[in-house]
Antibody
Framework: VQLQESGPGPVKPSGTLSLNCAVS?????????WTWVRQSPGKGLEWIGE???????NYNPALKTRVTISVDKSKNQFSLKLSSVTAADTAVFYC??????????????????????WGKGTTVTVSS | SSELTQDPTVSVALGQTVKITCQGD??????ASWYQQRPRQAPTLVFY???NRPSGIPDRFSGSNSGSTASLTITGTQAEDEADYYC???????????FGGGTKLTVL
């Protein structure tokens, strides 16, 4: 399975950042969720949001008003749009496949969520 | 919303054992997943859930969960294990995922 991010390059402040993630070796119709993560220069990982093949989405509350994630099953890809960008949105953007499962332990049942396949990442710079 | 807290830096002597920890209330409900990120590379999943190690990850990587703390243990640390390590879980207050701030592991 491989994921490949692509995008148009630099974005101007107040504009909209648009990225695509092409999925190969797996069907986007599968049981996984498809996720976007970013990493600002010198900082840690930040989860942006995810989408299921039926169009169901979950977003980071801190970015929710600016983020839209969509899926194109005919092209086996999913996309990210981030609006009203500023320099603070400059980052490496990764797409990833996200799975989940659960296990019984100590009388309880615990779910876990994991991103097992990642794209190489694409750098997006917000600059005038 | 929940937070996951990691020590920013940890060091270990070559060949020794190191434990990287992650604390947060969500870990009482969800098991953590762990990612290794070498400089200028994408993250790689190294351990997840209670006992899961992806194919290709050396068995010197193991994980554990207790209460509000998750741990990633590297037994017999190698030079190539020097990297940033991130824990990740799900927020208990919503349908979103969260990462810890990351731990930079230095192998001496």
């Amino acid at each position: 399975v491989q994921l490949q991010e692509s995008g148009p390059g630099p974005v101007k402040p107040s504009g909209t950042l648009s990225l695509n993630c092409a999925v190969s070796g797996d069907s986007i119709d599968n049981r996984y969720w498809w996720t976007w993560v970013r990493q600002s220069p010198g900082k840690g990982l930040e989860w942006i949001g995810e989408i299921y093949h039926d169009g169901t989405t979950n977003y980071n509350p801190a970015l929710k008003t600016r983020v839209t994630i969509s899926v194109d099953k005919s092209k086996n890809q999913f996309s990210l749009k981030l609006s009203s960008v500023t320099a603070a949105d400059t980052a490496v953007f990764y797409c990833a496949r996200r799975g989940s499962n659960g296990v019984s332990s100590g009388g309880g049942y615990y779910y876990y969520y994991y991103m097992d396949v990642w794209g190489k990442g694409t750098t997006v710079t917000v600059s005038s | 919303s929940s937070e996951l807290t990691q020590d920013p830096t940890v060091s270990v002597a070559l060949g020794q054992t190191v434990k990287i920890t992650c604390q947060g209330d969500s870990l009482r409900t969800y098991y953590a997943s762990w990612y290794q990120q070498r400089p200028r590379q994408a993250p790689t999943l190294v351990f997840y859930g209670k006992i899961n190690r992806p194919s290709g990850i050396p068995d010197r990587f193991s994980g554990s969960n207790s209460g509000s703390t998750a741990s990633l243990t590297i037994t017999g640390t190698q030079a190539e294990d020097e990297a940033d390590y991130y824990c990740q879980s799900r927020d208990i207050s919503g349908n979103h995922l969260i990462f810890g701030g990351g731990t930079k592991l230095t192998v001496l």
